[in-house]
């Protein structure tokens, strides 16, 4: 993972997701606020569900709304959260849908960015 980057180092499309995610967190008082992107340009934005008989992270959660309307692939991805890591699972997600080289906006609850890192 890269160490924090400036926001002036990213896309606006790769800042839009960002705030998305954090918007998700925020609004839902939630541990984390994820949203992706797909091959059309569409964004996917979740957060955190814990419910008793279903768990999963704000990513898992972005990346299924996105198979579950259809979208074929990921250009990218963002988590916003007071973590410094993306688990695994997180990663294997974006990667099932988005490659390998697909880019994971790892941010923190203000919106900084902590790093990229490859879903691979």
């Not at 939630?30 to 992107?37: I, K, T």
């Not at 419910?51 to 579950?68: D, G, I, P, R």
């Not at 699972?89 to 923190?108: C, Q, W």
């Amino acid at each position: 993972m890269s160490d924090d980057l400036p926001a002036e180092a990213l896309s606006a499309e790769d800042r839009k997701i960002i705030t998305l995610a954090r918007s998700a967190r925020a609004r839902n008082g939630v541990p984390e606020g994820a949203a992706v992107r797909d091959e059309t340009g569409r964004t996917y934005v979740a957060g955190t569900v814990a419910l008793e008989s279903l768990k999963l992270s704000a990513l898992q959660t972005a990346v299924a709304m996105a198979v579950a309307s259809g979208a074929k692939s990921l250009e990218a991805a963002a988590v916003v959260t007071a973590s410094d890591v993306v688990s695994i699972a997180d990663r294997a997600a974006v990667r099932d849908l988005g490659g390998a080289e697909t880019p994971v906006l790892l941010a923190g609850p203000d919106g900084t960015l902590r790093g990229t890192i490859a879903a691979g």
